[in-house]
């Protein structure tokens, strides 16, 4: 049990499709994130949330839109990707936004086709 | 803006033997904290350590410790005693702020691989 779930583990999508990605935190965290991990890069930060409230968007495209509807659990809702938006998504949760350490799902691996 | 570099892509060691994995950061700002992330083949994140950049005291958390040098923005993990359960993506990461713009900056990652 790692304390933050994400679902699913997997997911292939073409690019006319929608789907959500689920993330749900077992800490009593009040921030919770979405970052995304590409091959030979530093993970990027996506968007920052801290008692349901979005604190950071950080020029991420619109077919990425995040939802938090309460303090444990975080969605990002995918439509119309592009192939460059294949990587792997995770999610983190941690007791405040500042200096608190993160605390990660087993992300979820994204192909679109 | 800060940056973190992590200069060693890749490296090996053997089974039982000390291997340090190097880190330098850019930063501007006087208080911040360090952290370094391990990723095995399970995908998950798992924080390893974590060092406030007031105390001059290196962090040590069991078999791994790092060495940290302010004045020369460097951040380097040692593994003493490695075990095959090390075998990982291990990630540098820097976070400072206090504010709504804080944000924890994470550098490319060094593959570790211990081998029996």
């Known amino acids: 049990e790692t304390g933050v779930t994400q679902t699913p583990r997997h997911l292939v999508m073409g690019m006319t499709n929608k789907k959500s990605l689920k993330c749900e935190q077992h800490?009593?965290?009040?921030?919770m994130y979405w970052y995304k991990q590409s091959a030979k890069k530093p993970l990027e930060l996506m968007f920052v949330?801290?008692?349901?409230?979005?604190?950071e968007n950080n020029s991420v495209p619109s077919r990425f839109s995040p939802e938090c509807p309460n303090s444990s659990h975080l969605f990002l809702h995918l439509h119309t990707l592009q192939p460059e938006d294949s990587a792997l998504y995770l999610c983190?949760?941690?007791?405040?936004?500042?200096?608190?350490?993160?605390?990660f799902g087993n992300g979820t691996r994204l192909t679109v086709t | 803006a800060q940056t973190v570099t992590q200069s060693q892509p890749e490296m090996s060691v053997q089974e039982a033997e000390t291997v340090t994995l190097s880190c330098t950061y850019d930063?501007?700002?006087?208080?911040?904290?360090l952290f370094w992330y391990k990723q095995p083949p399970s995908r998950q994140m798992i924080l390893v350590i974590r060092?406030?950049?007031?105390?001059?005291q290196n962090a040590t958390e069991n078999r791994f410790s790092v060495n940290f040098q302010k004045a020369a923005k460097s951040f380097s993990l040692k593994i003493s005693d490695s075990q095959l359960g090390d075998t990982a993506m291990y990630f540098c990461?820097?976070?400072?702020?206090?504010?709504?713009?804080?944000?924890?900056?994470f550098g490319e990652g060094t593959q570790l691989t211990v081998n029996p």
């Open positions: 060092q406030e950049a007031y105390k001059q």
């Open positions: 930063t501007s700002e006087s208080n911040y904290y």
């Open positions: 949330y801290s008692l349901e409230e979005r604190v």
């Open positions: 990461a820097f976070f400072v702020g206090e504010t709504s713009g804080s944000r924890l900056t």
């Open positions: 800490l009593g965290h009040n921030a």
């Open positions: 983190a949760s941690s007791q405040a936004i500042y200096n608190s350490p993160l605390h």
